[in-house]
Structure formats: structure tokens, C-alpha cells
């Protein structure tokens, strides 16, 4: 029989609920060598905390998140709460020796996001920043064509991610679901939250980038705090457009707006080399498209490659349905969690860690500075 791992989950809201659902999905579909046991989920409200668990299938519940870190049959901490207590539960989760995974971005900024990737790394514990959409097969195939040189030379990385819901002004900020609109909580607002995920992924394609110029704006400068009630200015960007240039030379283009009717999460990716393009679709994300200059002329053209197949080099989908059945987003967080759980029995890192995590994070922060300085910002390379 397959080893445990036992479960403290700290958040019991939209990553909370994603992250469950995988850790109970994950034997059934991978065999996996530890087996995820659901020992305890932690959440302010004691009442919430009771029902999510339940609702889940944890053992038990708890309103404190030190109880979690404190508990002797605790193996990973599962960290899905707003970004500004990130660090603090990270860095006491690694001083007792459990192994972490954390929602992204990692931190408020890349100075807690340093102190995180420096406890993880002297405590020596397994540790991931979960950027789920690494793990949509198409996403994972595109990387797989672009290390085999099939694209050649990259010219090219353009990436959106748009949404429309915080459009109005009696949107509130701060408070449990709105903590993403509250600077204090979330550090950020699209840089953090959306373009996060643009710039992970164009990394883990594209390598390193390494000089970004930005611009941001707020469109509605204050509203009620869900909290206090009180009207305040808004700290956090609302849209964000920045170019880049990447260490292998290619040039970026990077845009998040929470202000685009007709959008509620539009991700997108494509990639220009010197043989071939790719471009993704968070709304089609089981396929993915290619054009190849080198095909013959009179059929050379875009094809949409629907991401399904079994052996034929599809990640991930030998494990689920017959060929031409798809999946969707929740399965990426089974992805992950099966990914973890071979890495830890191995002893060998999984991929996103916090160093990479801290990577995004450095990006992050250079092209808010950017944006409020109006120049060319380096991003560090320490």
C-alpha cells in the first residue's frame, strides 16, 4: 500500500475547494506513491471551517492556523490565504519541518517572498508555489515543443489575462472575498493576482526575463472597505501592460486588466519562433494551436491539435478518459498534486519552488516600479 501524507489545509475558500478536490481526486486517476489523507482544514470562521470540512472530508477543523504548523501527524501545509500572511505561515511551517505548498503569488513583495525560499532551503522541506496553469496539458505540451527546438529561434512572447468584475464602484475592497481589491492583503492587484500566472509561465517557456517597462492604472480610486465601512483610496492596480526583453533575446508583451467587458478570465498565450508559432486559450484549454512554416506551402496554415491523446506525447492524459474526451481546469491541480506527491517520495524538488516562486516575484515588483517611475527597470539576478 501506498504511503500517506497527511493534509493541513489553511483557507477554505476558491484555492481552498481547488486544492481539496485534487488531493481527493489524485489516487483515483494517478498512482501516485504517498496517498494524501485530509487531516485538518483551518479558516477563520469557526462555523465555515466546520462545513468546509466536512463538505471535504477532513478528519477535523480548527480556527487557528499555529495549531496546524504545531501538529505532530501534519506532513505538508496547504496555503491558500490572502497573500499577506503567506510568509508568516510559511516560514513557521518550515522551522517545523513540513513540507509547504503555497498559492501564488508567494508574498506581499521580494523581500518576504527571500525570507520564505530561506527558511524552506535551510529547514531543507519540500516546498511548491502553485501556478496551476503549468499543468494544463496544452500548456505542458507547448513547453515540451519549445525545449525539442521545434519552434527554433523565439522572436516573440505575448500574454494576456483579462477579467470585467470589479468594473463597479460599489464593489467594496478588503474583507474575505473581496481581500484582492485591499493592498494591505494581496500586495498587488492584476501584477500579483493575474499577471503572476502570465510571467510563470513565460519563464518556464522562455527562460529568465530581464528588463521591463510598465504602465498601470486605477479607475476607481476609492471604495468602502468591506471591513470598516469607511471609504478609502485603492492601493492596488487595476490594469497593467508592461513589455519585456528576455534573456535569450525575444522581446515581450504583457497585458491584465480586471476592466475588460466580456471577458471573465481570459488567458492567452502565443509564442513567434523562426520555424513555428503556438498560441493558447485558457477558454479552449484543451487545444493547441501550431503553425509551421516549414509544411508544404499549399497546406501551410494554422491546425488546432485537440490535446487528448493517449502515447502519442499528450502530458497527463494516458491517466484520464479515451482519447477525445477532454478535461478541464480543476484537473491541472491534480496534476500538481500528483507531480508533488512522486517529487517528495523521490526527495527530489518540485517544480514551481519558492526560488522560482521568488523569480515571478522579482518580475512582479520591477514592473511596479516601473510603472510608477515611468523607466526601464532591471530585474535582479540575486
Not at 44 to 62: I, P, R, T
Not at 96 to 108: D, S, T
Not at 171 to 191: F, H, I, Y
Not at 197 to 207: K, L, S
Amino acid at each position: 500500500m501506498a504511503k500517506t501524507l497527511n493534509v493541513g489545509m489553511i483557507g477554505y475558500g476558491f484555492m481552498g475547494r481547488a486544492h481539496s478536490n485534487a488531493y481527493r481526486m489524485v489516487t483515483n486517476f494517478f498512482d501516485v506513491p504517498r496517498e494524501p489523507v485530509l487531516k485538518v482544514a483551518c479558516g477563520l470562521v469557526e462555523e465555515e471551517a466546520k462545513a468546509f470540512a466536512k463538505q471535504w472530508g477532513y478528519e477535523s477543523h480548527c480556527t487557528d492556523w499555529r495549531q496546524v504548523i504545531e501538529s505532530d501527524d501534519i506532513d505538508v501545509v496547504d496555503i491558500c490565504v490572502p497573500n499577506n500572511v503567506h510568509a508568516e505561515i510559511a516560514i513557521a511551517a518550515a522551522e517545523a519541518g513540513k513540507m509547504i505548498l503555497c498559492e501564488k503569488p508567494l508574498a506581499l513583495d521580494v523581500a518576504q517572498a527571500r525570507t520564505m525560499v530561506e527558511a524552506v532551503e535551510k529547514a531543507g522541506v519540500a516546498n511548491m508555489a502553485s501556478f496551476c496553469y503549468r499543468r494544463v496539458p496544452a500548456v505542458t505540451l507547448a513547453k515540451t515543443l519549445i525545449d525539442e527546438g521545434l519552434l527554433g529561434r523565439i522572436f516573440h512572447y505575448r500574454s494576456v489575462f483579462l477579467q470585467d468584475w470589479t468594473i463597479s464602484a460599489d464593489v467594496p475592497q478588503g474583507g474575505m472575498a473581496t481581500w484582492r481589491l485591499d493592498v494591505k492583503a494581496a500586495g498587488s492587484g492584476v501584477t500579483g493576482d493575474l499577471l503572476a500566472h502570465c510571467i510563470d509561465t513565460a519563464m518556464w517557456h522562455n527562460g529568465p526575463i530581464t528588463r521591463v517597462n510598465a504602465m498601470t492604472e486605477t479607475f476607481i480610486k476609492e471604495r468602502t472597505h468591506a471591513e470598516t465601512g469607511k471609504v478609502e483610496p485603492v492601493g492596488i492596480d487595476d490594469a497593467c501592460t508592461f513589455f519585456c526583453r528576455f534573456e535569450n533575446g525575444s522581446l515581450g508583451n504583457f497585458e491584465s486588466t480586471r476592466y475588460a467587458r466580456g471577458h471573465k478570465s481570459l488567458f492567452t498565450v502565443e509564442i513567434n519562433g523562426e520555424h513555428a508559432s503556438i498560441r493558447w486559450n485558457l477558454h479552449d484549454l484543451q487545444r493547441l494551436e501550431w503553425f509551421d512554416h516549414r509544411d508544404e506551402g499549399r497546406l501551410r496554415g494554422w491546425r488546432s491539435i485537440h490535446v487528448t491523446d493517449h502515447g502519442g506525447g499528450h502530458p497527463y492524459m494516458d491517466h484520464w478518459w479515451v482519447p477525445g474526451l477532454a478535461i478541464g481546469y480543476a484537473e491541472a491541480f491534480v496534476h500538481q498534486v500528483a507531480d508533488f506527491l512522486t517529487a517528495v517520495d523521490k526527495g527530489e524538488p518540485c517544480s514551481p519552488t519558492f526560488r522560482e516562486g521568488l523569480e515571478t516575484q522579482k518580475v512582479c515588483e520591477a514592473v511596479l516600479e516601473s510603472a510608477k517611475t515611468g523607466t526601464w527597470v532591471d530585474v535582479p539576478e540575486d
